[in-house]
């Protein structure tokens, strides 16, 4: 069992940033995957960013490359994502989530765990 806490949400004008993190606490945070969704009001579950469980590897969605950054430290058992030049269409619930079984996923349904989400809102 892994319980994931997001943090660093907020309000920020269009071409802010702004950093969240997602503290886990259980099983060896080692061991899993991690991602980052966001879920507009009326939208579905969209994947943003995803990391490799050592880090090595990083996926991003293509409204994000270039702006957004993941990255983990496994000694304090957290993930970040960064995120610059923040847009409207960025303002969302941001979740994150804990993959067990692949070494890296993109996908709602290959991640066990998720946060309860922190809310981001971009102003124009």
């Known amino acids: 069992q892994v319980q994931l806490v997001e943090s660093g949400g907020g309000l920020v004008q269009a071409g802010g940033s702004l950093r969240l993190s997602c503290a886990a606490s259980?099983?060896?945070?080692?061991?899993?995957?991690m991602g980052w969704f966001r879920q507009a009001p009326g939208k579905e579950r969209e994947f943003v960013a995803a990391?490799?469980?050592?880090?090595?590897?990083?996926s991003y969605a293509d409204s994000v490359k270039g702006r957004f950054t993941i990255s983990r430290d496994n000694d304090k058992n957290t993930v970040y994502l960064q995120m610059n030049g923040l847009k409207p269409e960025d303002t969302a619930v941001f979740s994150c989530?804990?993959?067990?079984?692949?070494?890296?996923?993109?996908?709602?349904?290959?991640?066990?765990?998720w946060g309860q989400g922190t809310q981001v809102t971009v102003s124009s």
């Open positions: 259980g099983r060896a945070f080692s061991n899993y995957a």
């Open positions: 990391i490799s469980r050592s880090g090595a590897l990083t």
């Open positions: 989530a804990a993959a067990s079984r692949p070494i890296i996923a993109t996908m709602v349904n290959q991640y066990d765990y």
